[in-house]
């Protein structure tokens, strides 16, 4: 499936916006069964996000699985094609569209603080009570 990326080696990316793609893939994953994701942080090297967030720009970033990555065989000292699996890509195609198709950032970020709020006040008490006994 798509891989969501949390940030890369130099940084992390906008929490927001991970957190707008990444509900919107747990959607899709609860309305299509051949739609696969993950959230990973990709620990080598740095991506063009971090380039953006350095300039001030709020950025997030999706990719793919890649075989043969920098066209290096892994374990071997051979060159070979890098490659992708179709069904990866059709499901970043899905989130992609998605994505596209949403409500402004804005009503995503108030419809957040809207279930945070809810899901406080639902367990208020349980969360005193836990306090009291530290």
């Known amino acids: 499936?798509?891989?969501?990326?949390?940030?890369?080696?130099?940084?992390?990316?906008?929490?927001?916006?991970?957190?707008?793609?990444?509900?919107?893939?747990?959607?899709?994953?609860?309305?299509?069964?051949d739609f696969l994701?993950?959230?990973?942080?990709?620990?080598?090297?740095?991506?063009?996000?971090?380039?953006l967030l350095l300039h001030g720009y709020r950025s997030a970033a999706v990719c793919l699985p890649l075989g043969n990555y920098?066209?290096?065989?892994?374990?071997?000292?051979q060159l070979a094609?890098?490659?992708?699996?179709?069904?990866?890509?059709?499901?970043?195609?899905?989130?992609?569209?998605a994505l596209v198709a949403q409500k402004p950032q804005d009503q995503l970020k108030a419809m957040l603080k809207s279930r945070m709020r809810d899901f406080t006040a639902?367990?208020?008490l349980l969360l005193v009570a836990e306090d009291a006994a530290i």
Not at 70 to 77: E, I, T
Request: net charge negative; proline share 3%; with cysteine.
């Open 1 to 33: 499936g798509v891989v969501i990326r949390v940030g890369d080696r130099a940084s992390i990316f906008d929490s927001e916006m991970t957190h707008q793609i990444t509900e919107t893939a747990q959607t899709l994953a609860k309305e299509d069964d």
């Open 81 to 97: 094609a890098e490659y992708i699996h179709m069904g990866d890509w059709e499901c970043l195609v899905k989130l992609l569209s």
């Open 70 to 77: 920098h066209n290096m065989v892994p374990g071997k000292k």
């Open 37 to 51: 994701f993950q959230r990973a942080l990709m620990p080598g090297g740095v991506c063009e996000a971090t380039a």
């Open 122 to 124: 639902k367990r208020k």
